[in-house]
């Protein structure tokens, strides 16, 4: 028996898939709208720690062993090395929680760390220092808008960890209150 012929050119017959073909399809299109954070009101995946790798520059969300999301960073202007001491601009290395929000902040939102702790205070005061405060993960400045950077080419902040003002809202999202923060060198 003969094929029939479309009358149609190839180019405009109607596509016809295999249902293996049909599948493929739509497990690309799960993952495609699923990468999107909070694509189709879809409820985003909670961290249950951040990590802080100040040498590679880079915060990361955690859920177990999983990385949720990972953001580039700005530290301190001197990021060598803990924080001694107030106004050296030094970020903190050590273990602290996200103990505070501030949805005003002149940085696009911030969450507040729980700086300085213990070892800090101790170090702080065996050197004669005030250990300081306000330790934060923030955005850019709000003059910058929606902005984040592709990198930051430099270290700019007194002692807290920047990072891009659509980054901050994501992990705004993503880290609850009393979410515990490893800052490692």
């Not at 003969?2 to 017959?13: D, E, G, I, M, V």
């Not at 879809?42 to 990590?51: F, G, P, S, T, Y």
């Not at 960073?73 to 924080?83: E, R, T, W, Y």
């Not at 984040?148 to 880290?175: H, K, L, M, N, Y």
């Amino acid at each position: 028996m003969a094929a029939s012929r479309s009358p149609l050119p190839r180019w405009r017959r109607p596509l016809t898939l295999t249902a293996s073909a049909l599948a493929v399809v739509a497990l690309t299109m799960l993952l495609f709208l699923s990468a999107a954070p909070g694509a189709a009101g879809e409820e985003l995946l909670k961290a249950d720690r951040v990590v802080v790798l100040k040498s590679q520059r880079e915060l990361r969300l955690m859920r177990g062993a999983a990385v949720l999301r990972s953001f580039q960073i700005a530290l301190g202007s001197h990021p060598q090395g803990p924080k001694l001491r107030r106004g050296d601009g030094r970020t903190p290395e050590g273990l602290y929680v996200v103990d505070g929000r501030n949805p005003r902040s002149a940085y696009h939102r911030s969450l507040h760390l729980s700086y300085p702790n213990e070892q800090d205070r101790a170090r702080a005061r065996a050197a004669g220092f005030n250990p300081g405060d306000h330790m934060y993960i923030h955005g850019m400045p709000n003059r910058y808008g929606r902005f984040d950077p592709v990198r930051f080419f430099r270290d700019w902040t007194d002692g807290c960890i920047a990072v891009g003002s659509v980054a901050i809202e994501e992990i705004w999202a993503r880290v609850d209150d009393g979410t515990p923060v490893e800052i490692r060198p």
